[in-house]
Each structure stands twice: as C-alpha cells, then as structure tokens.
C-alpha cells in the first residue's frame, strides 16, 4: 500500500514563499514520477508540477514556471515544491500524486495514488 503524506503548508503574505514535502512509503517509489495538483474552492483540480522518476525530467504548468521548482530525493522518498513569489491566486489545497509510470504527465488519470493534501492561503 502506497500512501503520501503532504506537509509544509500554511498562511503566507503575498511575495512570500513556501516548500511544501510529500513523503511517501514504499520501496517503489523511486520508480515512478511524482506530479503536484492543486484546487482552489469552486475550482477544478490542476497541473501544478511533475518529476520523472530519476528526477532528470521535470514538467510545470505555463502559468507556474519560473516561480515554483519540483525537486525529488528518492533516498528520503520524499518530493519537494519550493514555491516562490506567491500570489493570492496561489491559494488552494495542494495535494502530490503517485504516478503509474516514470515520465511526467500533467493527466490526473495518469496518477494513481494520492495524499490528502495540504492547504496552503496566500494573503494580500
């Protein structure tokens, strides 16, 4: 059983920054990409980020790049999202995502386990 736990989340003044964590169990880990999802109310859940399996290949929303990074450690078993320059429209529960294959995707389909999430407010 596969299960991720978020952290890192939390109210933040806008232009501020935070690095949420999505630990994971499971020896397999390192063999799937790892993908950032995020919904804010009334919204539908989107792409925020995602890293192959190795880490080598990372993939991010057009809105979102140059503000937040995906990084993974897989001997920690634990993917990060720095997220930098936030902005009051960052607000949303963020949740990370097991892929069920190495290479990123921005499908929700293409994940198959999921963490509950962690909220993360943005204040201007």
């Known amino acids: 059983q596969v299960q991720l736990v978020e952290s890192g989340g939390g109210l933040v003044q806008a232009g501020g920054s935070l690095r949420l964590s999505c630990a994971a169990s499971?020896?397999?880990?390192?063999?799937?990409?790892v993908g950032w999802f995020r919904q804010a109310p009334g919204k539908e859940r989107e792409f925020v980020a995602a890293?192959?399996?190795?880490?080598?290949?990372?993939s991010y929303a057009d809105s979102l790049k140059g503000r937040f990074t995906i990084s993974r450690d897989n001997g920690n078993n634990t993917v990060y999202l720095q997220m930098n320059s936030l902005k009051p429209e960052d607000t949303a529960v963020y949740y990370c995502?097991?892929?069920?294959?190495?290479?990123?995707?921005?499908?929700?389909?293409?994940?198959?386990?999921w963490g509950q999430g962690t909220q993360v407010t943005v204040s201007s």
């Open positions: 499971g020896s397999t880990f390192g063999s799937y990409a």
């Open positions: 995502a097991r892929g069920a294959v190495g290479y990123t995707s921005s499908r929700p389909s293409n994940y198959n386990y």
């Open positions: 890293v192959s399996w190795s880490g080598g290949t990372t």
